[in-house]
């Protein structure tokens, strides 16, 4: 009959805690398509977080008046405008993110140089999307 240890094996250890020895980095490192996949998941929490602002307003606006004016002025303030600031960039980070990820669907740019290079596109797409949109509303006097 075959004999069981009766000291426990060790557990073990997820590579990106695993080190290559005494004091030098982890095995693992962060990748630029390990931040998108977990920002897409951020921004899409973060609209809905939009989505009730949006609920907000069509409740304000269905209420008259005064309680319009009042979610125009929490929306017009410094810490409104950062919100809906940083609630564009979502948008557009999302809206690239997906497309990236329908692209993926077909079989394309599954790869490393491409997926790596998608990933700056989505980057630098939100980034310039929001500015723009930013940019002209601050034109047109929508600010």
């Known amino acids: ?38 920002l897409h998941r951020a921004t899409g929490v973060a609209l809905y977080v939009g989505a009730l602002i949006a609920a907000v307003w069509a409740i304000a606006l269905a209420e008259g008046p005064d309680a319009y004016a009042l979610f125009k002025s929490l929306l017009g303030s410094i810490p409104g405008k950062v919100v809906m600031f940083g609630l564009t960039v979502c948008v557009f980070y999302h809206l690239a993110n997906g497309v990236r990820h329908l692209v993926w669907d077909t079989g394309h740019g599954l790869d490393v140089k491409s997926a790596n290079a998608s ?12 500015l723009a949109i930013w940019g002209i509303a601050g034109m047109t006097g929508a600010l």
């Not at 700056?120 to 929001?130: D, L, Q």
């Open 1 to 38: 009959m075959t004999e069981a240890s009766s000291t426990p094996r060790e557990r073990p250890v997820s590579p990106h805690l695993v080190t290559g020895g005494l004091g030098s980095p982890p095995l693992w490192r962060w990748h630029i398509t390990m931040w998108t996949s977990i």
């Open 119 to 130: 990933a700056i596109v989505v980057f630098a797409f939100a980034a310039a999307a929001t």
